[in-house]
């Protein structure tokens, strides 16, 4: 363990790299008689996997018997630490990769990164993208934003809307996104579908979105975070989603300066300038179809470089919505109801399917009633399939 522990000495690390190792050390010196009594049989030769390793032992290794209740917080920490280094080595990494090395490296991430859900999403947005907010169901407005709700039928939304950058906590955006959702379409028409996105552009969608706040509430100030999520959304190719937990490890990583929840001007002229000079991004779009789709996705992709561990794509609101072990009550449970342009988007998008039958085709307007009432999509046409199939 004390080899581990001071190999990175030999290394050539960058100032954020050795930041993190003095904060790693800090951390350990709570922890020693834990952490030496760890046999260690891996000694990396990079910081990258030295803080995987280290990250390894801290989950998985060490004693959790011996240790105190007071230790329990640096371990974390020390966890924390080392998933930073991850996210920093990682991105360091992807400043300076070429395109065929960026698809290499999210291929074999893809699993542990959930990317064929991350996908389903970006897919489904693409979908609807050239819709108006204002004339989009409450689900597919939410999915936009990236709200998670009970509403979101998992037989439709086979995804989790909230990848990328959840905005849940943004209950001003979201109160406003519903009362006046006609000034979020004007404050994103600045922002073209295709081509080139100009500074001038993104100027222009700043000064409207932080219009709307301005004038609908008492000086509350507009969030950079929820902002890009909706750029995000609106062109993937383009834009970076960002969320409290990603702006300050994005910030270190790319070797920017820190960025708060109010950096409009600096979210443009250091992480987008940033991502637009590497020479992944500045690549030529592909003809395989399968690079393609990340092509047409790179920019938001850069969450694929952020750390990640094996219990990232369970925690997928999705999976647990469609895992969730069925509950047998008494008497009544409670039902989610759905507005009936909602229940119809949802039964038309199921319908979409080759395998639905003429009869069921035929009930559209029973089947549309029973989700407009509560039941999923599937137990709906399962009902019909059973007593008239």
Known sequence: MRKLLTSPNAMSLSATEQTIYQNALSLVADLSLNLMAVKVES????FLNWCRELYRICLHDINQDLLEPSQQKPLKKLQDTMSNGVSACQLKMARIIPWAIFTSFVEEHA????????????NYIATIRRNKLAEMIDED???????????HDISVYDFDVEW??????????????????QDFDQALDNIPLDG??????????????????????????????????LLAMRRPDQFIALNSGKIDTLSQGLGLVKLNNQSFDDYWHEMIEAIRNTQWWRSEMPSDEVELQLWQNR?????????????????????RMRDKPKKIKIGVAKA???SKASAEAIVDKAFESDDIPDFILNMRSTIVNSVKDGKTVDQAITLMRNIFG
């Open 164 to 181: 990328f950058a959840g905005t849940r906590g943004a209950k001003t955006f979201h109160q406003l996104l519903k009362s006046h959702p």
């Open 43 to 46: 000694h990396p030769d990079n």
């Open 141 to 151: 407005r939410l999915a936009f934003a990236g709200k998670h709700s009970a509403q």
């Open 336 to 338: 989610v109801k759905r």
């Open 111 to 122: 699993t542990l990164q959930a990317l064929p859900e991350r996908l389903k999403l970006l």
């Open 299 to 319: 920019a938001i992709l850069i969450d694929l470089f952020l750390f990640a561990d094996n219990s990232l794509a369970q925690n997928s609101n999705y999976i």
């Open 196 to 229: 080139e996105v100009t500074l001038a552009d993104y100027q222009n969608f700043v000064n409207a979105y932080k219009a709307i706040f301005a004038s609908h509430t008492n000086e509350e100030k507009a969030p950079l975070s929820a902002a890009t999520r």
